[in-house]
């Protein structure tokens, strides 16, 4: 009866203490879950116009603050606590730089930004992960002088690329919070205007760029 | 003998229950902390500036630039309850910042609107989402160290401005490889009082500057708490 105890006490203790270790984690499962997101974001940017003119030349970094928001929709593919999410993006802009030398006013707008972009992904925890954001723009950009060095009143699209970090975690089930910082920089654009002077031409050349802190929601299909 | 061989297989037995226990955690991980942080990331500057000519006649320009600022910090973290958390910390920060309007012909003359530093002091109040993982928001006071210049663009000064301003942000903190150290991403709007200084016109009579700064700043720090 004593033989019997101790070899069943000792098979309770071996067994609990096996259940034990399957509860710590296994080190070889994916904390990155595969599947189809979509996602609402909501920030605040700051847009950097380095303006230059060539009548009377002169340059001008200007910039503004303003809101943004919008959303995205991607695929995530994880592997242990590596990943890869692909994602395209469309954010509405409310940023707007201006020079006035009175009455005049020479503003610069963008009015929004969409594009592609990779996002290569490092699971902290099993509930966090850190990632890298590269990826295409193309901006909506808008420029109109009405006296300050001539005469304009153009919209253009222009090519760009971006760059980031940021940090998802999970809020509850399916929905994760996440917060990006990210940067673009669109190229350079030189559009013909009339000078202040009649006859004579303006050529404004403008180079655009952002600098945006992003909070989203994002809703995974898993 | 087989009664000894059961024991000592009761006792390694019980010894590997107990490993296991051990690394299970069971104890807490302390919270409540001093801790020190280093700093870099990317920030925009903008600088609403003006000059007053006359009484209702101006010139504004939005001045604005992107460039690098890097510092540390030293803070204190506690734990209110088991999921929220609070923490303070005096920070600052260098800054390479410089908003310019220059001219190309000419005497070839710029007006130039300079960061070069900022410190203060800010309230984290936070929330743990997972185990390591914290998200919270910043409430602070900066004080910020500028310079203008102009040499003629639209006048002339060459002063250094002193402001205080209010600092808001929101960041996530999440364990690093090793233990104590964490890394945290921050992105911080803070807006600085209006500034008026007194300059000379191109016919050398006074002429107001009036400078109205603000930053938006995303940063990484990487944090070592003494626990």
């Known amino acids: 009866m004593k033989n019997v105890l101790t070899t069943v006490s000792s098979l309770c203790l071996i067994h ?27 920030g605040v940017a700051g847009l950097v116009d380095k303006e230059s003119h060539s009548l009377s030349p002169e340059t001008h970094q200007l910039g503004a603050l303003g809101i943004i928001g919008g959303g995205y929709i991607g695929y995530e593919y994880g592997m242990k606590r590596y990943g890869m999410a692909l994602e395209f993006f469309a954010d509405g802009t409310g940023l707007n730089a201006a020079i006035t030398h009175q009455p005049y006013t020479y503003h610069h707008n963008q009015n929004y930004d969409l594009g592609v ?5 490092y699971a902290f925890t099993p509930n966090t992960t850190g990632h890298v954001v590269l990826g295409y723009t193309n901006g909506r950009f808008h420029i109109a002088d009405n006296g300050v060095y ?13 760059t980031g970090l940021g940090f998802t975690t999970i809020l509850q089930g ?49 | 003998m087989i009664m000894h061989i059961r024991l000592c297989f009761f006792g390694v037995a019980l010894l590997c ?13 302390p919270y409540n902390g001093l801790y020190i942080g280093g700093d870099i ?71 130039n609107a300079h960061m070069r530093y900022n410190a203060g002091v800010r309230l984290l109040p936070g929330f743990e989402f997972s185990p390591g993982t914290i998200g919270h928001i910043l409430l602070g006071y900066s004080y910020g160290k500028f310079n203008v210049k102009d040499n003629g663009d639209y006048g002339y000064i060459n002063t250094d401005i002193s ?9 996530i903190k999440v364990p690093c490889f090793i233990q104590n150290l964490s890394l945290r991403g921050d992105m911080l709007y803070t807006t600085y009082g209006a500034n008026n200084s007194l300059g000379l016109s191109s016919t050398f009579t006074p002429l107001n500057y009036h400078d109205n700064f603000a930053t938006l700043e995303g940063s990484l720090s990487l944090i070592y708490k003494f626990l």
């Open chain 1, 150 to 162: 001539g005469y304009i009143n153009t919209d253009y699209n222009k090519s760009g690329f971006q």
């Open chain 2, 41 to 111: 990331g990317v920030a925009n500057f903008l600088d609403k500036e003006s000059t007053l000519y006359a009484p209702g006649t101006y010139d504004k320009h939005q001045l604005s630039a992107t460039g690098l600022v890097g510092g540390g910090m030293i803070g204190y973290d506690v734990s209110i309850t088991d999921r929220i958390k609070l923490g303070i910390e005096g920070f600052i920060n260098g800054t390479a910042l410089n908003g310019a309007a220059e001219q190309k012909y000419g005497d070839f003359v710029s007006f």
């Open chain 1, 174 to 222: 399916n929905v994760t919070l996440r917060l990006d910082a990210i940067y673009d920089i669109y190229g350079s654009q030189t559009n013909a205007g009339l000078g202040v002077t009649p006859g004579t031409i303006q050529f404004y050349t403008n180079t655009f760029s952002t600098l945006a802190g992003e909070f989203s929601l994002i809703y995974k299909f898993s």
């Open chain 2, 17 to 29: 229950s107990s490993v296991f226990a051990g690394t299970m955690g069971a104890r807490i991980k």
């Open chain 1, 16 to 42: 609990s203490s096996l259940s034990i270790a399957g509860v710590m984690g296994n080190v070889d499962s994916n904390w990155i879950r595969n599947g189809f997101y979509v996602a609402g974001e909501i």
């Open chain 1, 117 to 121: 972009r990779v996002l290569p992904e």
């Open chain 2, 163 to 171: 402001n205080n301003g209010f600092q808001a942000g929101l960041g």
